[in-house]
């Protein structure tokens, strides 16, 4: 805990934490946020003119990348089969 905490005698909360540590610019932690729309609004927002969109670039590294197990394979087949 910070002194001023600790001199106050006053209990220190997780955000009081985060905000001295932030404020003295020490790293406490790092994470990792999973967003609403996978990153695109933020990786769009720093391309130059002309460059491929998020959808455009990730959507063909998930199809070089990613082959699905026989049993996915098959769900996945089913799904689309249903929803034509």
Do not use: C
Not at 2 to 8: A, K, R
Not at 41 to 62: A, R
């Amino acid at each position: 805990l910070h002194t001023e905490l600790i001199d106050s005698g006053e209990w220190a909360t997780v955000l009081d934490d985060v905000v001295y540590f932030a404020k003295a610019k020490d790293s406490i932690l790092r994470t990792r946020h999973q967003s609403y729309d996978g990153g695109k609004e933020w990786y769009d927002s720093k391309l130059n003119d002309g460059e491929p969109g998020f959808f455009e670039v990730f959507h063909d590294i998930w199809r070089i990348l990613f082959t699905p197990s026989p049993p996915v394979a098959k769900k996945i087949k089913d799904t689309m089969a249903m929803h034509g």
